[in-house]
C-alpha cells in the first residue's frame, strides 16, 4: 500500500498545492480524461471498497492502465493499439489519443506487430 500512497503524491506536484479543492477537482478530472475515456478496458487494483455503489481504484503503477481503447471516430468503435506508453493509434484512421496506457500491453502491442 505504500507504492500506492507514494504514486499518488507524485501525482499531486508541489505547485498543485496553492490550488483550492475546487481547482484540484477540474485538475483531476482533466487528468482523468487524457488517462482513459467512457469505453476503455482498463487494468487497476482497488485501493478500497466506497459506499455500496463505489470502489476507489488506481492505476499509478506502469503495469496499470487501459488494455483496450476504443476509437471515438469509428463507427461501430474500433480498438485502438497502444503507440507508447501515453499514446493509443487507430488502426483504421490512424488518429492518436492520449491515455494511460499499462506497459505490459504496450509491450505486448509491441511484439505482436
Known amino acids: 500500500m505504500d507504492d500506492v500512497a507514494e504514486a499518488a503524491a507524485v501525482d499531486v506536484a508541489a505547485d498543485d498545492a496553492s490550488l483550492s479543492l475546487a481547482e484540484l477537482a477540474v485538475l483531476a478530472s482533466t487528468r482523468l480524461y487524457r488517462s482513459m475515456r467512457t469505453g476503455d478496458?482498463?487494468?487497476?487494483?482497488?485501493?478500497?471498497?466506497?459506499?455500496?455503489?463505489?470502489?476507489?481504484?488506481?492505476?499509478?503503477?506502469?503495469?496499470?492502465?487501459?488494455?483496450?481503447?476504443?476509437?471515438?471516430?469509428?463507427?461501430?468503435?474500433?480498438?485502438?493499439?497502444?503507440?507508447?506508453?501515453?499514446?493509443?493509434?487507430?488502426?483504421?484512421?490512424h488518429a492518436q489519443e492520449f491515455r494511460k496506457v499499462a506497459v505490459a500491453a504496450a509491450l505486448t502491442a509491441a511484439t505482436d506487430s
Open 41 to 93: 478496458v482498463v487494468l487497476a487494483r482497488v485501493l478500497t471498497l466506497g459506499d455500496r455503489q463505489s470502489l476507489f481504484l488506481t492505476t499509478a503503477a506502469p503495469s496499470l492502465g487501459v488494455v483496450h481503447a476504443r476509437c471515438g471516430c469509428c463507427s461501430p468503435p474500433v480498438v485502438m493499439d497502444p503507440f507508447s506508453a501515453g499514446i493509443v493509434e487507430c488502426p483504421t484512421t
